[in-house]
């Protein structure tokens, strides 16, 4: 075979590529309850994309396949072994505040503006085109390609469920639904809540009536507020120390003997909690120094002694850690109390690709045991990781370093990739190092030149992949 220029062949086809990117980015491909039904299990719109998708590739000669509406497919080549491509065409609301309207895929300074245009809508045309390129050069190959299309990865993953548990598992393949160059280890992701006994013992000089902080687990909360009967002045005397010594920024209110304290700090990605200020640890801290019932001090005790200022699960006792994916992390993601009820920590753990979560958890239910509280619910989303010798890796890496003349180094995140719902399978673009990421954010938008590189490298992978 002589040699391709694959940027080449994707030049060629760029006017069509532009064109079909922005007619399905227009469609409005959000999660409907309202219009799901028969083979639409997600509504309307993401059916829309869907069908749009798989009509394409029937008119382009491919093998299709619509599977209950959860998923589709497009396969391309011949033989036993299977190579996927995992790609998703639901997006996120667009939320407010766009230049152009969020589904008009305006091109402006090269650049196509769109709600899903990096995520993932984007980068799932992009691996189409590729295909079809690999398909139009008639090349001889050994192996058949699947661009399996999901329809919930931004909600439930019920997609991906469905469609494994009716076809075939890919031997590998990678998710362009991340960053460049290769994503090939994830953390296991545990979430924990842990709920305390209510317990009416004790009578002391203060009460804390209500503490809240933080809406999801995988956010530091900035906010915290705590709302307290006792002894007032000494309260707001100390409060006032407090935010002078941890140099924070708060407030506070007294209504009718109650006092409400606020506490700000500073959110991040639960992944990385060492980049945030975790308002309601610190708020803990401070309620610390006071006497309050038994309640009240288990839950505050709990928290401060455990979760205050300790990212990587110290004072728990859960630390662990390895050369491919570094530090288990903490995040205390929500904190609530209710004199009523009593209090609740939930966390989201992050642990290392060569650990599983069972030590962990049960170190968790019997540290916190002594203050009352129990695991009440938790998820667990095992680690994910393939081998940096595995041909899959290899072959990434070389076409990457083929076309760009960059280093395909190797990354290891904290996140969980949709690359996880493939046996073996990494992510694989398509946000070039240096460039911002939008995903999820108002004016959402992909470079028409990373478009085209993305292009470019997703068809010679497949080629490399599938060549006899
Ligand atoms: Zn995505």
């Known amino acids: 075979m002589k040699h391709i220029n694959w940027l080449e062949e994707v030049e060629k086809r760029k006017e069509d590529l532009i064109k079909d990117t922005q007619a399905f980015l227009q469609i409005e491909s959000i999660l409907d309850e309202e219009t799901k039904g028969e083979g639409a299990p997600f509504g309307k719109g993401i059916n829309d994309a869907l069908q749009f998708l798989l009509h394409k590739g029937e008119k382009e000669g491919f093998i299709v396949k619509n599977v209950d509406g959860y998923a589709g497919h497009i396969e391309f080549g011949e033989g036993k ?4 491509i995992l790609c998703h065409i639901d997006v ?5 505040g766009w230049t152009s309207p969020p589904f008009s895929a305006e091109i402006r300074d090269g650049k196509v503006f769109a709600r899903g245009a990096l995520d993932d809508k984007g980068p799932t045309m992009a691996a189409y085109y590729a295909l079809k390129i690999v398909k139009e050069l008639g090349v001889d190959v050994q192996k058949r390609l699947r661009i399996i299309i999901g329809t919930d990865e931004e909600s439930s993953w019920g997609c991906v469920d469905h469609y494994f548990k009716h076809e075939e598992m890919p031997g590998l393949g990678f998710a362009p639904d991340a960053d460049f160059p290769i994503i090939y280890a994830e953390k296991g992701i545990l979430d924990c809540t842990l709920t305390q006994e209510s317990d009416s013992r004790g009578e002391a000089p203060n ?3 209500s503490f809240s902080s933080g809406r999801r687990l995988n956010m530091v909360p900035d906010l915290a507020i705590a709302r307290v ?8 005397e100390s409060y006032e120390s407090f935010l002078g010594e941890q140099q924070l920024n708060g407030s506070y209110n007294l209504t009718d003997n109650v006092v409400e304290l606020k506490l700000n700090g500073v959110s991040a990605h639960g992944m990385e909690p060492r980049n945030g200020v975790n308002a309601g640890t610190k708020l803990l801290q401070f309620l610390s120094a006071f006497s309050f019932n038994h309640q009240a001090n288990q839950f505050i005790e709990a928290g401060s002694t455990y979760f205050n200022e300790d990212s990587r699960g110290n004072k728990l006792g859960i630390t662990s850690s390895d050369d491919i994916s570094g530090d288990l992390t903490i995040n205390v993601g929500i904190i609530s109390y209710d004199e009523s009820k009593g209090g609740s920590f939930g966390l989201n753990i992050r642990y290392p690709v060569t650990q599983n979560s069972d030590t962990t958890i049960s170190t968790i239910k019997e540290k916190v045991a002594p203050y009352g509280f129990s695991l009440a619910s938790f998820s667990d989303s095992k680690p994910h990781h393939v081998d940096k010798e595995h041909e899959l890796v290899k072959t990434l890496q070389r076409v990457y370093t083929e076309q760009t003349g960059e280093e395909a180094t190797l990354l290891s995140i904290g996140g969980g990739t949709y690359a996880r719902s493939l046996e073996v ?3 694989f673009g398509p946000l070039f190092p240096g460039r911002p990421d939008i995903a999820h954010q108002k004016d959402e938008y992909m470079e028409i030149e990373d478009l085209v590189k993305a292009t470019a490298l997703y068809a010679q992978a497949i080629y490399e992949l599938i060549k006899k």
Not at 81 to 84: K, P, R, Y
């Open 81 to 84: 072994d299977l190579v996927g």
């Open 92 to 96: 996120v609301p667009p939320g407010d």
């Open 207 to 209: 009460h804390l009536l």
């Open 229 to 236: 009967v006792g002894d007032s002045s000494s309260i707001i």
């Open 425 to 427: 399978g990494v992510a």
